[in-house]
Every structure is written in structure tokens, then in C-alpha cells.
């Protein structure tokens, strides 16, 4: 991948601002597009927001910011990602929307271009088979947020070609981050482990066996984790969580991946974490405020 490679970004939600900050401070220009020029103006605000973050910390100075800002090109056009080299789609977890978006893709950038998916669940090998390029086709998956979490999983579908894939690994370390490479199946490798911890704590939850806190504190402090399961749920989006471990039970159909009846709740509400300000805990202005409190008594699942 050159230095001088253009990089499409599809989706200016969290993840996809988050990827074309990272991208965009590795000193690529980067065409981040969405649906709408307001969804691209928060996009941008958001980006905005975390450098001026950084610059108040002093991990990056005032330059640094505008430089990085001026690389970032907003669009609502799929076709404006025409001349570039590598494109990456994190729209929404929905597979007839990623279907759709790469059928477009495929048909408006250059035949050499890669066309790689940050999906968290969604079969690389079905995305692949929309297009006409499949072996040129791959899983870029990053961590939320994206410019602090150091993790990218490579996923290779049935399709991709030893090019690349090498052309993604080299991408991936150019925006330093840290590789590791999981075969095309539910989940990958985080996830695959990830939403069954979580979907145990939400039984927990369910069960009272303790309270958001206690649950929380006891992973925290117990495992060293860095945050606790509940708290993690509603930063990923507790409907994210949901759609991915019903990936899960359905593509396994293993009952173990079931997803408790709270946590469909909690989504069927309206509660789906930081982004409704409500999930697990109440949230205000982005900072977490209290737990929502103790979710109404159910019977048995």
C-alpha cells in the first residue's frame, strides 16, 4: 500500500469517523461518505472533537490537528470513492446493507482497488460473492474507538488472494496497529468470545445476582479488565450486541448463544447505551451519570 494511496471510508458513524481518524492521522487522505451531508458534518465534528482532545492532553499540538482534519473529505456520494486504492465499508451491521453497499462499490472504483468490511459478524465470503472482484475482498475489523484501541482482525474470506490479504496487513501495521488474522466465521475471534461474556452477564443481571455495579466492579477488579461487561455493552450499542449473538445462535445453532430476554428488552425499549444517553447506565453529555437501575423482575427464560 503507498504512502500517496487515497482511502475510502463508508459510514460516518463511530466506527467509520473513528477509522478515518486513524487513517487520516497515518498521513493518508481519506473520503469518508454517507448518506446524508449532516450525518458527514457530525462525522467531522466528531473527528474534530477527539483531536481537540488530544491537542488539551498535549498528544498532539495545533498543526497536527488542522493537518489531520484537512486530510478528512466528506461525501454523499458512493462514486466520489472512485479513485481510490483501498476502500473500507463500517456502515451499519445489516447484511442487505453491506450487500447493497458493495454491489456499488464494486461497480464504481477501479478494478485494482480493495474493497475490505469492518463487520464484526457478517460473512466476508457472502460480501465477496456481491462483487466481481471476491478475491480482492477482506475483513479489516477494528476495535471501538478506533484511534485508541490498538487491534485490527483481519479476516479473510474463502475468496481473498495472498494480495490482499498482504495488502490489508500492511495497511493495518502503516496506521500502527496490531494484527492478528481470524478465519471467515461467526464473530471472528473478539466477538466469538466477547458477546457470550457479555449475554452471561445480562442473565446475571437478569438474575440478580448482583446489581449493574457489583457486576461491573467485579469484572473490573476480579479479571483486570479494563472496563466492566455492562459498561462495555453500551459502548459497543446493546442492539449490536443483540444482532451479533443472534448471528451467533442462529449460523451455530448452538443454545448457548442465546440472547437473554433482557438484553432484548433493553434494545425492544429503546435503551441501547451511550448513543440513547440510556442502556445499562444513564448517560449525560457522553459521561456516564448511574446504572439505569434494577430491570423489572421476569420469570424464567
Keep these: 500500500m503507498e504512502d500517496s494511496a487515497l482511502i475510502g471510508i ?24 454517507d448518506t446524508s ?15 481537540q482532545r488530544l491537542v488539551t492532553k498535549g498528544k498532539i499540538t495545533d498543526t497536527d490537528r488542522d493537518q489531520t482534519l484537512a486530510r478528512v473529505h466528506g461525501s ?7 479513485a481510490c486504492a483501498f476502500v473500507i465499508e463500517a456502515a451499519t451491521e445489516n447484511l442487505d446493507v453491506k450487500l447493497r453497499i458493495f454491489r456499488e462499490l464494486d461497480a ?15 460473512s466476508l465470503t457472502k460480501l465477496a460473492g456481491a462483487t466481481k472482484r471476491p478475491s480482492q475482498v477482506v475483513g479489516t475489523h477494528f476495535m471501538n474507538p478506533a484511534p485508541v484501541m490498538k487491534l485490527v482482525e483481519i479476516v479473510r474470506a474463502l475468496q481473498t488472494s495472498d494480495a490482499t490479504y498482504d495488502a490489508a496487513c500492511t495497511l493495518a501495521k502503516k496506521l500502527g496497529k496490531t494484527l492478528v488474522t481470524t478465519k471467515d466465521m461467526p464473530g471472528f475471534i473478539v466477538n466469538r468470545t466477547l458477546i457470550p461474556f457479555i449475554n452471561a452477564a445480562c442473565f446475571a443481571l437478569r438474575d440478580g445476582l448482583g446489581t449493574v455495579e457489583d457486576i461491573d466492579v467485579a469484572v ?44 432484548r428488552n433493553y434494545v425492544a425499549a429503546g435503551w441501547l447505551g451511550r448513543k440513547t444517553n440510556r442502556g445499562f447506565y ?15 423482575a421476569m420469570g424464567a427464560e
Design 108 to 122: 464504481v472504483v477501479a478494478k485494482s482497488a480493495i474493497l475490505a468490511s469492518n463487520t464484526s459478524s457478517i
Design 10 to 33: 463508508v459510514g460516518a458513524g463511530q466506527m467509520g469517523r473513528g477509522i478515518a481518524q486513524v487513517v487520516a492521522q497515518s498521513g493518508f487522505e481519506v473520503r469518508l461518505t
Design 220 to 263: 473490573r477488579l476480579g479479571l483486570n479488565h479494563p472496563m466492566g461487561p455492562l459498561q462495555l455493552a453500551d459502548l459497543i450499542g446493546l442492539d449490536t450486541v443483540l444482532f451479533i449473538a443472534e448471528v451467533l445462535q442462529r449460523e451455530f445453532g448452538e443454545d448457548k448463544y442465546r440472547p437473554s430476554a433482557l438484553l
Design 37 to 51: 451531508r449532516e450525518a458527514i458534518d457530525a462525522g467531522i465534528a466528531g473527528i474534530l472533537k477527539d483531536l
Design 282 to 296: 444513564t448517560y449525560s453529555e457522553g459521561k456516564q451519570e448511574r446504572p439505569s437501575g434494577r430491570p423489572p
Design 76 to 82: 454523499t456520494t458512493l462514486s466520489d470513492l472512485g
